[in-house]
């Protein structure tokens, strides 16, 4: 019987747009054991077993390996679906892990990232599942590159997350097709400035540079309570406000947690419901196996 615990991942921050992603302590767990049929059980019945994407990922991992046994797997999940926290990102890091793991250890840690990657479209949120941490990510040329970064401990990450759902393909079909270069330029300088700000406990530089202008303009608009609560955070504490992966969960970076009073306030002014949680950085997916 293999456990698989994966954490939540929120992509961006900023502007490192499907390059930047960091863990946090909230986790999906799955049990696992090899079978002479399928069966899943605990999962969200309103994703089909057929689409199911740790199923799927199971399925992709064994094709690469050559191999495929039947399993049952029990899904025990905290991470909430289509909320900007990596939902799909975890189903997929542990149906490829699980892949591996049931058929000799047969998937590496570059193997795992990159087939990952390959089925999400992006990195920024499977590359922390799998590595724990804040990770950079270019899946370019010449494959695909992932770097943990140093996080400096007085960082607090808070996440807001709403009662209600946006799809990532819903969120990417507001992007724009293309930027301008000054609009390239920009991204690309505010990225390095947050990641060094997040190594160093620079708290300035997040304030002055988190400014991204690839997806955060195009995406506020699907969140109602987006501007309140920027307002009401922004205001009482220094820190900065980012729409976690594509939302709709909200991510702030500060130094200082929001107290309780903030919190009322934020609950009290904004037509959604939101929770509001200080979460810890987490470590990676662990897979392990017990007899
Ligand atoms: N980088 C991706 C996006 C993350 O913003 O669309 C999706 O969670």
Excluded at 112 to 133: K, R, Y
Excluded at 165 to 181: C, G, K, N, Q, V
Excluded at 182 to 196: F, K, R, T, W
Aim: aromatic share 6%; glycine share 8%.
């Amino acid at each position: 019987m293999l456990t698989i615990r994966t954490p939540a991942t929120s992509a961006n921050i900023g502007p490192g747009f499907d390059c930047l992603g960091l863990a946090l302590a909230i986790y999906n767990t799955f049990t696992v054991e090899k079978s002479d049929t399928w069966e899943r059980l605990g999962a969200d019945e309103r994703f089909p077993v057929a689409d199911d994407l740790f199923l799927t990922a199971y399925r992709k991992g064994c094709g690469v390996i050559g191999e495929c046994t039947p399993i049952h797997v029990r899904f025990d999940t905290s991470i909430p679906a289509c909320s900007g926290l990596g939902s799909s990102a975890s189903l997929i890091c542990a149906g490829l892990a699980a892949a591996g793991a049931l058929h000799g250890n047969a998937l590496s840690r570059q193997d795992l990232l990159t087939l990952s990657t390959e089925m999400e479209g992006h990195p920024d949120n499977v590359a922390p599942c799998i590595l724990g941490g804040l990770v950079a990510s270019a899946n370019g040329r010449g494959g695909l590159v992932s770097k943990n970064l140093p996080i400096d401990a007085r960082w607090r990450f808070t996440v807001l997350m709403p009662d209600f759902e946006i799809s990532t393909e819903e969120a990417r079909r507001r992007l724009p097709p293309s930027y301008t270069r000054e609009e390239a330029v920009q991204n690309a300088a505010n990225a390095i400035l947050v990641s060094h700000a997040l190594s160093t406990g620079d708290l300035g530089l997040i304030l002055s540079q988190g400014e991204d202008r690839f997806h955060e303009p195009y995406r506020k608009g699907l969140i109602a309570d987006y501007e309140r609560i920027r307002k009401i955070l922004e205001s009482s504490l220094d820190g900065r406000l980012f729409i976690s992966g594509s939302g709709p969960t909200l991510l702030f970076v500060s130094q200082e947690e929001p107290k309780t009073r903030l919190i009322e306030q934020i609950t009290k002014e904004t037509v959604a419901y939101w929770r509001v949680k200080t979460v810890p950085v987490a470590a990676g997916m662990v897979v392990r196996e017990e007899s």
